[in-house]
């Protein structure tokens, strides 16, 4: 019970902040907005993809890898591919530089020909995906053909199997961020990490009021007034994050999934571990110093995890740093949950964060326990 | 009946002994008066009583009971006003109260009229909806009050509870602390206001270096020190007067220059006649004696007496 009213009284005096709300809401808003749109050029999937059109060029003898083609051109206009085929008097390099298909290729025994669109990237970049798998066992196929035609059966009779192999080259993912999703996404875990620097003086404030005089001498206990100011703690900054995705989602249409309670499970865990960490700094250093050395961290571990710009690309060492910022774990089961609707992705971040949250306030609580009063 | 029994209390920080030994009875009823310089070891002593310092040593009793054994019980029965105000800046006079009431495990509509009752009491009703940051400091003093009291506990522990404040104010808390007596709350009341303990507490102690160095009604402090008198010299003078000079004259114990008043204390032994040489002394530096006065021992001359220095340095 005393619990419930410690953590009661912290959401009152925080909902009173108005600095709490401009710093947690306003600003996140504000950058979402910003950065949403000023670098909405650097994420290509905003540009749609037009239509896929592929000329081809059949002049294939043999009849095993003719009814091998057959049915990949299937698997190809199932994919959203539209197949022409070439006829007479079409120059196929002409007509992709022209503008009219996406690709021209030409089959014969010997194998596969392929010229790309170069205004078309995008397209081209995604047929040649679907093709190249194809186009490595029929390659190997054809050179069979010459070496051991009885040879050509047994590789080409898994193309059946070609579907499933396509989806995972192909480029063409149901959903891809925009840059105001990234940046909802990125902005919303960002400010979660934020609630750590309120935290750092969670103790210290009660101090600075002298309240913690009467918290200590009343019969709540330490235990209580401990779990009381984390549970509000969080608490108040999980509504602020809310609040930030909510209004991401009406406001600017940022797409966050149909996967509520798991991306507000991760979302929410992760609050609780800046929380947590914010304590223990609090516990750690002195006088106001541990808000100083979040400020830094936060910024670090924001940069690293995609806060202002992805780093999923990152190469080399920084691909490694990159690992250890919980806003790219964050950030990367909520892409997976959105837009691979995977919910499970949620699971190792929570148990990951939840962990980390024990960690850190078996610590603070340890810290707390030696001393006399709160 | 006892309401706190302190036995052989000592508190150290490190080496350093901020109580010492200290032996102290309140009787239920009590305004006890607890009196010392700075750095006495009053806060330290009375925070180890409401369980904000743990005890090096000894036992201290709340109604009969330990306070480290029953410490659920002592702090239900304890109510603190602390030096400093503790109160939410954010929350409003209510909701302070309705908030540290809570804690000690009041519900629901008892919890409402408790809360109410203590605005009343200190008088804040009718700004109770209001934020502490529009109060002046004596409305602040005030709620901090009636954040100890909502939960009605037997004891109630005031820590210089009236520290720069108004004088109306003042009398309007002093009045408070009367009336919290009277309805059944006994009451350890500090103060560096000598007027304030003199005219409200019923027994005193009196500490220094954590050292309980005297206790007893403010009759008894005073006739303990019958063997002191207390010279009160008004004067005129264009320079400081030299005090060290009269403090070298035989018999004199204290000497205290107010130069804006232009009024010189000097405490002196009873039994030496030495009047003549403080006044030829002054004379000598050409200074205008205007009056002097033989007052009865106060409160105050038994504090310098016994420690040697002025409460309010
Ligand atoms: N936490 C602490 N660590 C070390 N020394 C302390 C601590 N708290 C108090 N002291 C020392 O103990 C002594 C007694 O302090 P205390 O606060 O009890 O005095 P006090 O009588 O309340 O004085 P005041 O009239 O100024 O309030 C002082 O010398 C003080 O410096
Ligand atoms: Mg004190």
Request: glycine letters at 6%.
């Amino acid at each position: 019970m005393n619990i419930l009213r410690i953590a009661r009284k912290e959401l009152l005096i925080q909902f009173r902040n108005k600095q709490t709300f401009t710093f947690m809401i306003a600003f996140p808003i504000v950058l979402i907005l910003i950065l949403g749109t000023a670098l909405s050029s650097a994420f290509s999937s905003n540009i749609s993809v037009s239509d896929l059109k592929l000329l081809y060029k059949e002049n294939v003898q043999n009849q095993q890898l003719e009814a091998s083609w057959q049915d990949f051109s299937q698997i190809l206009q199932k994919e959203g591919v539209q197949l022409t085929k070439w006829e007479e008097g079409t120059d196929g390099q002409q007509a992709v530089m022209d503008g009219q298909y996406t690709a021209y290729a030409e089959l014969n025994d010997d194998g596969i020909h392929y010229y790309g669109s170069s205004q078309q990237t995008i397209e081209n970049n995604i047929i040649q995906g679907m093709l190249s798998v194809y186009a490595d066992r029929y390659n190997l196929a054809s050179a069979a053909l010459k070496a051991n035609p009885a040879s050509v059966q047994t590789i080409m009779a898994s193309v059946d199997s070609f579907g499933s192999f396509i989806k995972e080259t192909s480029l063409n993912k149901e959903k891809q961020p925009g840059a105001i999703d990234y940046y909802a996404i990125a902005m919303s875990t960002m400010i979660a990490l934020y609630a750590s620097m309120s935290s750092s003086s969670l103790i210290q404030s009660e101090r600075n009021r002298k309240t913690s005089i009467r918290l200590s001498a009343s019969p709540a206990t330490k235990g209580q007034i401990f779990a009381g100011k984390v549970i509000g703690a969080t608490l108040i900054n999980f509504v602020c994050v809310l609040v930030v995705v909510l209004f991401s989602a009406l406001a600017f249409r940022a797409d966050w999934g149909t996967h509520y309670v798991a991306v507000g499970l991760v979302l929410l865990t992760e609050v609780a571990l800046a929380v947590s960490f914010g304590l223990l700094c609090g516990y750690l250093f002195k006088d106001g110093s541990g808000r100083a050395f979040l400020v830094i961290v936060i910024q670090v571990v924001s940069f690293l995890g995609g806060a202002y710009f992805p780093t999923d690309d990152a190469t080399g060492i920084f691909k490694n740093i990159v690992l250890i910022s919980p806003l790219r774990w964050a950030n990367h089961a909520l892409n997976d949950i959105i837009y691979s609707d995977r919910a499970a992705a949620a699971l190792p971040v929570i148990g990951l964060n939840v962990a980390l949250v024990a960690l850190f306030l078996i610590i603070s609580g340890l810290f707390m326990r030696r001393r006399e009063a709160i | 009946m006892n309401v706190l029994e302190i036995h052989e209390l000592t508190r150290k920080f490190g080496d350093f002994v901020a109580v010492d030994n200290m032996n102290l009875k309140v009787r239920e009823g009590e305004i006890f008066g607890f009196l010392g310089p700075n750095g006495a070891g009053k806060s330290t002593t009375i925070n180890m009583i409401s369980s904000l310092l743990r005890i090096t040593k000894g036992e201290i009793l709340l109604l009969g009971k330990n306070i480290t054994k029953h410490s659920r019980f002592a702090k239900m029965n304890i109510g603190i006003v602390p030096q400093d105000l503790a109160i939410y800046e954010e929350m409003t006079a209510y909701e302070n109260i309705y908030f540290f009431a809570g804690l000690y495990g009041l519900r629901g509509n008892e919890l409402k009229e408790r809360t109410a009752e203590a605005l009343e009491f200190v008088g804040l009703s009718d700004r109770a909806k209001e934020l502490p940051k529009n109060f002046s400091g004596g409305m602040k003093r005030r709620l901090n009050i009636a954040c100890a009291i909502a939960h009605k506990p037997k004891l109630i522990i005031m820590d210089e509870p009236t520290v720069g404040i108004d004088p109306q104010s003042r009398n309007y808390i002093l009045n408070s602390v009367r009336k919290l007596n009277e309805m059944g709350s006994t009451i350890i009341y500090t103060s560096h206001y000598m007027e304030e303990v003199e005219e409200i507490c019923s027994r005193i102690a009196i500490v220094d270096h954590g050292k309980l160095i005297a206790e007893g009604t403010k009759e008894q402090l005073k006739s303990s020190i019958t063997d002191t008198k207390d010279i009160w010299i008004s004067y005129k003078s264009e320079q400081p007067l030299d005090t060290e000079r009269i403090r070298q004259i035989p018999g004199v114990t204290q000497v205290l220059d107010d130069e804006q008043e232009q009024l010189l204390r000097v405490w002196s032994k009873a039994e030496i006649n030495n009047l003549n040489l403080i006044l030829q002394q002054l004379i000598q530096n050409q200074v205008e004696i205007r009056s002097v006065d033989e007052k009865a021992a106060t409160l105050e001359t038994v504090f310098l007496t016994l420690t040697g220095r002025n409460l309010r340095d």
